[in-house]
């Protein structure tokens, strides 16, 4: 199986798809091509909790803001997972998650031989193809075209502060629905009734449908983060939160 | 056959898809994954209108503003076709459509053993692994987590009246094109010239290219009822409509 | 391998993908769903691009301004490839891209024997039994649905004007990221370090990156065009150009 996950809007992620079904039969199933537009760290966050659920697969990644600069293409090999991607740090936190915190090997990917090649779409030009071939490799190692590496940009989530009457985050992402994520983990507020954000008291709950249409509450998310919702709206709006901004918990 | 229908945003629907894989090798198709947000009753109307078109099949339903409460996960047997949905009344109309007014079985689906769960994502925990197992199933009742049961949460559209010289409906859904679906059967309007609505007349044609472009029209819809429509522009804002509005349709 | 184009808001491509589940077995990969709503032009110029990359398959294209009137559904074979499409030009560019100038053929396809046929749907109740019809078949000859024809609605993209100091020509497209497609061959630029558009000079980069974030640039389009961008932006809002403008290049 081979996973697609992009920022591109359609149809670029049909070319990717073309080309990955020209070279193997492998099943491809798609995690987003709706990632915020060029947030390498939104996306590394997003892969973290979904890749995880899946089998082990393929996983084709591409949200590039350096395509066409000298930035390496990688694959970075996680337990029985592989992922494809721009050497941004994207692939990073999911590698950590499903192989531990280094047991991971990374290869380069070269496909300047290729002289049909893009300098704009290498996720049609490089990563796609790529990922067919690691796909249908008996291992990376037997690919010419990949080397094994040392090193691979980084990237790590902050680390939030946790106190005696209090927690210091950060805005990880805000989801589709207006949910905002933050990196502070769920069990600081697990079992209060009420915590304070910004100052004002809102009530902790482990259902949105818990309160009134509207009402804002804490909650502790899918991915075991505090979270800040609203019951059928947008917490995002209602706090005033977005991607990157601090936030203050206290009880 | 697994299809895939929620009111997700991306990337929540790529880990029903992980655990769906995970489980079984069914084929996974997607329905729609932006449905109105948590309006169960849009949703209860467009899987009535396209499940039908697939082949007996596992249908994965996550339209569901009662996350994290007490309402119950079922399964509705109807025909060949299975449905997997939180009991709201999602799964009724389309259970109605596939098997006749009451021919079809419910099971609750009891996931609540599995500690791994989390309160918000049921989409995740609870439906898509209940789908696998039920697709996989050689009977829904040999699962242990199914227990049969007589009720279930219903759901039906109003009923239109129709009269000698005019019929009163309401708006059920507005579709992407802004074509305003309402409940009206369309051979009231099909042999009809012209009918007024709002007071005003409206020409009833069987092609929206029948007129100008942004000519207001009114259509039998590909669903079968009276559909107020513009061609190549949105009705629902041509006619001043939305969802749950009544509609005075006189000839 | 079926592939499905359109602009159909869902949940009506899933109505098409139930009907050729129902038909066939054959794979199904989405090229696209959000073509600019019927317009014809666009979805060919997208279609010339994607398609190719795919192995041997049945398309099914159904962008189409004219359903129920009488336009035709025709299929075009070019190489190993078939076009189900209406006949408004459509499925043209591409087959000149995947057979030469000439080297294909066009079937006329009726499905008006079909009583349950919507006028408002014929995706559904034309288009994807024509393709699952077609994919299955050792030939489209055999299908008795399908009629040779010597005709079709043709369609060219404008050839632009390219002299010894400036170039005309036009937008054929915007892509989801803003970037603003032109008709005018990537080689008039790609060997210069700036060119005039708009009287303006800006800087040639086969790297959106290779400049500031905000930055506009020419570059040479994963298409082979030349292409108004912005790192990181909108190329259509900080150069001021939509679909169909006029565009003159100097150097």
Known sequence: MITLASDFPSPYPAAMRGVICSRTDARIED???DFPRQDVRAAAFWLREVLPYFPPATHCVVVDPGVGTDRAAIVVEAGDHQIVAPDNGVAVPVARELA????????????????TASNTFHGRDVFAPAAA????????GEIDRCTRTDECVDLRFPDPEVGESSARGEVLVVDG?????????GDVVADRETVRVGGESVPVR???AALDVGDRLVTVGSHG???FAVNQGRGDDAFGLGVGDDVLIEW
Chains 1, 2, 3 share one sequence.
């Open 133 to 140: 071939d690691v796909h249908d490799a008996d291992s990376i």
């Open 177 to 185: 629905f207006g949910n905002v994520v933050t990196n502070v983990p």
């Open 206 to 208: 482990n259902a949105y």
């Open 225 to 227: 983060n505090v979270e």
């Open 100 to 115: 531990g915190e280094s047991d991971f090997a990374v290869w380069d990917v070269d496909y300047s031989d290729d002289e």
């Open 31 to 33: 995690v987003a091509h």
